[in-house]
């Protein structure tokens, strides 16, 4: 696939998750941290936007997760990816389930210009430490959503922590994603995000982690606890 002059999209991410792309609704698969965290972004979205009858913008859609739980939570969903064959998983996915979603083939930077103001919420998950350029994807973010609508964003910190357990530990000794599915010198910390945000015109408002217990297994939100995956939501400036 042939990226656009101005993709925010790279080549090696596109074929490292085109690859995947039959996976993507195994949840014992390559995506099953995915799975398993999707309740708890929903959870998070949840508690700030309304989501039923919304029109809801997801970016970096992959396989469709976290579309298909907002549209079965009552929003009209759009979804983003420039993955063909991801895409084409998500599609017949949602299909299957009976769920009607737009999934685009299309990159958010040029679809924020022609649908400027288009979209009540837009989420845009574990998306930013896979682009060169995350703050000119925040900024697309920013001009496609509504003012007074949210953005909610997800990725991971840059520490040596989140070295230790989103790459060492995940990758290699727990196996929760694949080898490879991360670049520690990608990662954004909190921090980064928020300055990016609002360069973009937009508020943070709230950020809790994702902390995962390997004796228990399971993930939890944590406000507390940005070390590693972390959620951050905001607002864009009601003018």
């Known amino acids: 696939m042939s990226l656009q002059p101005s993709s925010s999209a790279r080549a090696d991410e596109l074929f490292k998750f085109n690859q995947l792309a039959d996976q993507w609704w195994d949840q014992s698969g390559a995506f099953a941290a995915l799975h398993a965290i999707n309740p708890l972004r929903l959870e998070f979205i949840r508690q700030r936007a309304q989501i039923q009858a919304s029109r809801l913008l997801d970016v970096g859609c992959g396989g469709g997760i976290l579309s298909e739980a907002l549209a079965q939570a009552g929003a009209e969903v759009t979804g983003l990816d420039l993955a063909a ?13 009976g769920l009607k979603i737009n999934y685009q083939l299309a990159d958010v930077l040029s679809f924020a210009q022609r649908h400027p103001s288009a979209y009540d919420h837009i989420t845009c998950m574990e998306m930013l430490e896979h682009v060169d350029e995350p703050a000119s994807v925040v900024h697309a973010l920013a001009q496609a959503v509504k003012p007074g609508g949210w953005v909610f964003l997800s990725t991971l910190n840059r520490n040596p922590k989140s070295w230790l357990f989103g790459i060492v530990a995940a990758e290699y000794l727990l196996k929760l994603v694949p080898r490879g599915t991360h670049d520690h010198k990608r990662f954004i910390t909190p921090a980064e995000l928020a300055r990016m945000a609002r360069a973009a015109g937009l508020t943070p408002v709230a950020t809790s982690g994702i902390t995962y217990n390997p004796l ?3 993930y939890a939100l944590n406000p507390q606890d940005l070390d590693v995956n972390y959620l951050m939501a905001c607002r864009r400036d009601d003018k």
Do not use: I, M, Y
Request: net charge negative; aromatic share 0%.
């Open 85 to 97: 064959d991801t895409l084409e998983a998500a599609r017949a996915h949602a299909e299957a389930q």
């Open 216 to 218: 228990s297994r399971t």
